[in-house]
């Protein structure tokens, strides 16, 4: 990963919400749209909104299953560093 996309990855990464379907994602493994929204009480729509994005710089990845789409993290050094750094040291 190049610094300017790790910078961009870091950036979409920063919301909180997106910080909380990380995490959730890190304990759960993969998950569809509606069970992490209802997990986190979230709407589907602010749910799959957030995961598209973060999709989008492959923080995510995208499964579909019939109807429905999944979502699991990828196995990188990033994912492996937010899982020490914030899902450890935050109650999220």
């Known amino acids: 990963m ?6 961009r ?3 979409t990464a920063g ?9 959730h994602l890190m304990k759960s493994g993969q ?3 509606s069970e992490i ?3 986190l009480h979230m709407s589907v729509a602010t749910t799959s ?6 999709a989008k ?6 499964i579909r299953k019939g109807k429905y789409i999944c979502y699991k993290l990828p196995r990188t050094a990033l994912m492996s560093g937010l899982k ?6 935050r109650k999220i």
């Open 2 to 7: 190049h610094l300017n996309e790790l910078a």
């Open 9 to 11: 990855a870091m950036r």
């Open 15 to 23: 919301e909180e919400r997106r910080l909380h379907i990380l995490c």
């Open 31 to 33: 998950l569809c749209v």
């Open 37 to 39: 929204a209802r997990d």
């Open 49 to 54: 909104h957030h995961l598209q994005v973060m």
């Open 57 to 62: 710089d492959e923080l995510v990845i995208p």
């Open 84 to 89: 020490k750094f914030i899902c450890t040291q």
